[in-house]
């Protein structure tokens, strides 16, 4: 076994799809989320497809979602989407927002890059954007409800379960780097990385 690998006993932890025990044990290390085994090899890894969250925090309440479709439907999250082709990630956020919720988030900065795959194959690349302010008047579509919510009162229980690990990071203002393994909405493992400044993917 080469320097830095991790083997566990047995060697059989299965997930979803994808059998863990047939992974090279050069990819397998103990997780942050208590798992035995992370199938991922991060530094090489290439996203299926690209999206944007959006966060408009403001007077100490942030502006949040009930998704009523799609992926995550029924969890609460902020507006966002996927990257159109030939669209910049700043101006996919723009549009996302305005077409789920019907505002213009204004103020809008760069805080971190989320990396997700799940078992079943899919992988997703995300950028977190946040906002200082808005311009319009919410509205309810047949993709979210908008609604505010206290900053120190958001409701972890009903968000992605990664959501809790790096949306305080965003709030202070910490730029990171945070990857996730998922069987359906259960997650496997996580990496999270603060850094010093955002980086542009």
Same mark, same amino acid.
């Given at each position: 076994?080469?320097?830095?690998c991790?083997?566990g006993a047995g060697d059989s932890?299965?997930?979803g799809?994808?059998d863990?025990?047939l992974s090279p044990p050069?990819?397998?290390?103990?997780?942050?989320?208590?798992y035995p085994f992370?199938?991922m090899h991060?530094p090489?890894w290439?996203?299926?497809?690209r999206?944007?969250?959006?966060f408009?925090?403001?007077?100490?309440?942030?502006?949040l979602?009930?998704?009523?479709?799609?992926?995550g439907?029924?969890?609460?999250?902020?507006p966002?989407?996927? /990257?159109?082709?030939?669209?910049t990630p700043? +101006?996919?956020?723009?549009? =996302? @927002?305005r &077409?789920e919720?019907g505002?213009t988030?204004?103020g809008?900065?760069e805080r971190?890059?989320?990396q997700?795959q799940?078992?079943?194959?899919?992988?997703l690349?995300c /950028?977190?954007?946040q906002?200082?302010?808005l +311009?319009?008047?919410?509205i =309810? @579509?047949? &993709?979210?409800?908008?609604?505010w919510?206290?900053?120190?009162?958001?409701?972890?229980?009903?968000?992605w379960?990664?959501?809790r690990?790096?949306l305080?990071l965003?709030l202070e203002?910490?730029p990171?780097?945070?990857?996730?393994e998922?069987?359906?909405?259960?997650?496997l493992s996580k990496?999270?990385?603060i850094?010093?400044?955002?980086?542009?993917?």
């Amino acid at each position: 076994m080469g320097a830095g690998c991790f083997q566990g006993a047995g060697d059989s932890f299965i997930a979803g799809a994808l059998d863990y025990r047939l992974s090279p044990p050069c990819l397998r290390r103990p997780t942050s989320a208590g798992y035995p085994f992370s199938f991922m090899h991060w530094p090489t890894w290439t996203p299926r497809e690209r999206a944007v969250l959006c966060f408009i925090v403001k007077d100490g309440s942030i502006l949040l979602i009930r998704k009523k479709r799609g992926l995550g439907a029924g969890k609460i999250n902020g507006p966002g989407g996927r /990257i159109e082709p030939g669209e910049t990630p700043r +101006e996919a956020v723009v549009r =996302e @927002t305005r &077409e789920e919720i019907g505002v213009t988030p204004l103020g809008i900065e760069e805080r971190g890059e989320l990396q997700f795959q799940f078992t079943d194959g899919y992988s997703l690349h995300c /950028i977190v954007f946040q906002a200082r302010d808005l +311009e319009g008047d919410l509205i =309810e @579509t047949d &993709e979210a409800d908008p609604f505010w919510c206290a900053v120190d009162e958001i409701p972890y229980d009903g968000m992605w379960q990664d959501d809790r690990y790096w949306l305080p990071l965003m709030l202070e203002a910490k730029p990171f780097l945070a990857s996730f393994e998922f069987d359906g909405e259960q997650m496997l493992s996580k990496e999270i990385e603060i850094r010093e400044e955002f980086i542009r993917p």
